[in-house]
């Protein structure tokens, strides 16, 4: 069973730094792969869904909250498959947050988030280099102290 991740995406875009939708999906499709999990954003309002399609795979999806805000949509994915998921969910808001909890869900501040994101971006730019060295041959002694 997959871990799922539930992520505000308005809140979590705010506590960035560039606050550009693309560079957080951007991020968050990276975490969800090298993690081996599901990632769903979640943003407020009523955007273009076909805006997102291209940074979408499939273990990272985007979704508008169209009628509803994001809270809610979070709210009833959790409700839905509960039990056929371990969830966590990225948020600041203190109510989706004690929600999330009493359904078993484990919560993380978007703070916590960055910070993983950042990790894992780091991770993934080692292992390419690390990669890139062997994929051109250089088989030197030194090759595993880079």
Not at 41 to 52: A, I, P, T
Not at 86 to 103: C, E, H, K, L, N
Not at 105 to 121: H, M, P
């Amino acid at each position: 069973m997959p871990e799922e991740w539930l992520i505000d995406g308005f809140n979590l875009l705010y506590r960035l730094k560039n606050r550009q939708l693309s560079a957080l999906f951007g991020l968050v499709a990276d975490f969800a792969a090298a993690r081996r999990c599901l990632a769903l954003v979640v943003l407020d309002g009523k955007g273009n869904d076909e805006e997102c399609a291209a940074f979408q795979t499939p273990s990272f999806q985007i979704r508008y909250s169209k009628e509803v805000s994001a809270d809610a949509v979070i709210e009833r994915r959790l409700c839905e498959k509960k039990g056929l998921a371990a969830f966590v969910v990225v948020t600041g808001d203190r109510a989706i947050t004690q929600m999330a909890r009493g359904s078993g869900a484990r919560v993380i501040g978007a703070d916590e988030f960055i910070s993983l994101l950042n990790q894992t971006r780091k991770e993934n730019s080692e292992l390419l280099f690390k990669r890139s060295i062997e994929s051109h041959g250089f088989h030197r002694p030194f090759e595993g102290k880079i």
